[in-house]
């Protein structure tokens, strides 16, 4: 006992003040998309599809790349001859809607060389990130005053989401001191975290946990798995694919895995009130808003429709 207490006092207190000021090493693929001559090069090396281009016209072509799709590999980084895309350390990539979660690009091409050379970026169509976080908001204002409760739902997962999410309770980032806890039964939660690709053996599971949980649930889509598919891809034999073509989904946390400070952050918008949640009193601060960085909302669009695997 004399020994555990000893080691205790000698280790001290492991806890982060703020779990949100240290950047992990790597994250997303930046694009700088004025960089970029479309050469294609990203689209070939990327082995999720998140990278894609598309060619509407003779003179015309478009670029896109999804975050909800990437698994964060940087082979794109490596392919890219002219150094448009590097390696962001952001973790806030969280959105509201798929649509958020994807950038693209138009590109004139030259008839004479082939040579493509940015145009503009494409129009948002749907609500903002703003617009959905006010929505958000207005759902469960006054209904989430207490703390809140998550129930853990692994729909077909590779369980390397689950390790990150295990690691949001560990010491360092102590989630439960934003007042979020994690419950065994849906029917004692407020918000669903999902993992991995709903395959269809999971599929009336996840939809009959969706209904046994109470109003105003909120449900958060966790990794490329959840959030788009990620290496299974969608519908194929074993695999429906994201979360959302079984129930409805209101924050997308992408990655592969999401680090725990993603999954932290994607929690905190879950509660619609994530400024409220944070600690003053203890130093602890959680980010202003969904960042979605590096990408402006401005700059969001529609991604391009996918079956299964790369270029399917
Ligand atoms: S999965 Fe992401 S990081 Fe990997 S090549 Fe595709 S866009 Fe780049
Ligand atoms: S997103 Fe990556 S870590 Fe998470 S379940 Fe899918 S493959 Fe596994």
Redesign the pocket.
Known sequence: MFSILSKSLKTGILTKKDPFAARPPFGFPVLDFEACTACDECVQACPTGALQTDRPAPERKTLSLSYALC?QCRECVDACPTGAIRAGRDFEVAAYSREQLTRRASFEVEAATGRASFRAMEAVPGPSLEESAAKLRERVRGRFGRPLHVRQVDA?????????IAATANPVFDLERFGIHFVASPRHADVLLV???VTRNMAIALRRTYEATPEPRVVVA??????SG???GEGTYASIGGVDHVVPVDIYVP????RPHAILNGLLAAMGLREARARPDAGVTAPASIRLTPVSPAALTVPSTRTAGKGE
Not at 156 to 164: A, D, H, I, K, V
Not at 255 to 258: E, H, L, S
Request: proline residues 12%; hydrophobic residues 25%; contains cysteine.
């Open positions: 698994i077909g997962s590779c369980n390397g989401c689950e390790l990150e993992t991995g690709p966790v990794g490329a798995c959840g959030c990620g290496i299974f990655g592969c895995p999401p």
